[in-house]
């Protein structure tokens, strides 16, 4: 059956915390500082399993967390001590494309033993990642992935910031170690790689203590390869601030639920109202039944002096969020089809037409335009400062979280309303939605879904800038 919207919704409509336990389920080159992707083992699910062989930045789990100010500089120098060639892509930074990292467009994979420098100006605050972009399906999935965050130049007005990276694993139960079969034909034409262990930070139990009242800042990311994260609050409340990195014009309450597609983030700022004693909660949201993601024990009195704080003032705005001239923009149009269920007959891969059966036994699921995979011209060229508007027509039964690269956009609600600035677009099994976005940085981008498995299954194109 097509999940849509609504379905989801619907099953958030009331849940408490059910269980406390995870379910098994440019810079000076010469001073370059290294970040190695290796081979590592971390005890990822509880101590009565032995540790999880990954792969990870540094050896670690998530990646070692980068914060550099506004309009600081990154730099990294890569090192691949991996058993695949690799590379590394920074998610939702708007920065050059030489630097963005998707091997195969913007650069070559890296070789086992060989190097690259990442060099590059943040230009955004915000809260962004960096993982793996070649053969992400397995190489995100096995832990190569880490939080980037853009401080502003003014500190927010909280007490506390936390770095939250969800994910799910797909665990063999006996021996707590990944399933190996990454390429999965039932995955790559279903929902995605699912997993059967949640996990906050690479942790089953994570945990922090807590004043009561206290203000927290609780920047999400969705590193999951395929799982959309169905969030609600236990003890605290408070305000949405920004969406993918870019702040809201206007705090907005924190919503029931919270909807995070694979790729996406959300800032949210949330006080604790939980008294002294008890434990707050983030909680995920499974079957109307609630399950502690990350939780706040509160270990100290009220501090009486913090309980009249109001509504927080918006974070400040990013340079170029706008997006004019929508009467006169290029039209685009995506139409997506494929996977089980779907309604695709034929397509073209590598320059051949192919019916379903030939796409199958390639392990390839879906198309955008009747076309799987990259392809050798663009889904659109566009001048420098041109805007465009797209048109994704979701013509499949499951959900497909959109992400372009080096751009944010807008989307265009049916009532011609304007939504806010994002990277990822959730969109649901036979929805139509519709985007805008500003072509202002040059290069090659790509536009793919970030259900890594749908990705790596045709749901791959990009955009030429000129």
Known sequence: MTQTRRDVLQMGAAFGVAAMVPTIGRAQTADMQRIVARPASVQLAPPEYPKTDIWGYDGKLPGPEIRVPQGGPVARRFVNELPQASSMHWHGLRIENAMDGVAGLTQEAVPTGETFDYEFVAPDAGTYWY????????????????????????????????????????????????????????????????????????????????????????????????????????????????????????????????????????????????????????????????????????????????????????????????????????????????????????????????????????????SFNGVVGMTQTPLASLARGETARMRIANNTVFPHAMHLHGMHFREIAEDGTIGPLRDTLLIFGDESREIAFVADNPGKWLFHCHMLSHAASGMMTWIEVA
Do not use: C
Request: aromatic fraction near 6%; glycine fraction near 8%; charge should be negative.
């Open 131 to 366: 993982h793996a972009h070649n053969r992400s399906t397995e190489q995100v999935a096995r832990g190569l992935y880490g939080a980037l965050i853009v401080e502003e130049p003014t500190p927010a007005d909280v007490d506390r910031d936390e770095v939250l990276i969800l994910d799910d694993w797909l665990l063999d139960p006996e021996t707590g170690q990944l399933d190996p079969d990454f390429d999965a034909p039932h995955n790559s034409s279903h929902a995605g790689r699912r997993g059967n262990f949640i996990a906050t930070n690479g942790s089953f139990d994570t945990t922090w203590e807590v004043p009561a009242n206290t203000r927290l800042r609780l920047r999400l990311i969705n590193a999951a390869n395929a799982r959309v994260f169905q969030l609600g609050l236990s003890g605290l409340e408070g305000w949405v601030m920004a969406l993918d990195g870019m702040p809201l014009e206007t705090p907005e309450p924190i919503p029931e639920m919270i909807l995070m597609a694979p790729g996406q983030r959300v800032d949210l700022f949330v006080d604790v109202t939980a008294p002294m004693g008890e434990t707050a909660h983030l909680v995920r949201i499974e079957e109307d039944q609630g399950y502690s993601q990350a939780a706040f024990s509160v270990v100290d009195a009220l501090d009486s002096s913090k309980e009249q704080r109001g509504a927080p003032v918006p974070l400040p705005p990013n340079p170029n969020m706008d997006v004019p001239n929508l009467e006169t923009a290029r039209r685009i149009t995506l139409d997506m089809e494929g996977g089980a269920m779907g309604r695709l007959e034929t397509a073209v891969l590598d320059g051949e037409r192919m019916d379903f059966r030939e796409l199958v036994a390639a392990n390839q699921f879906w």
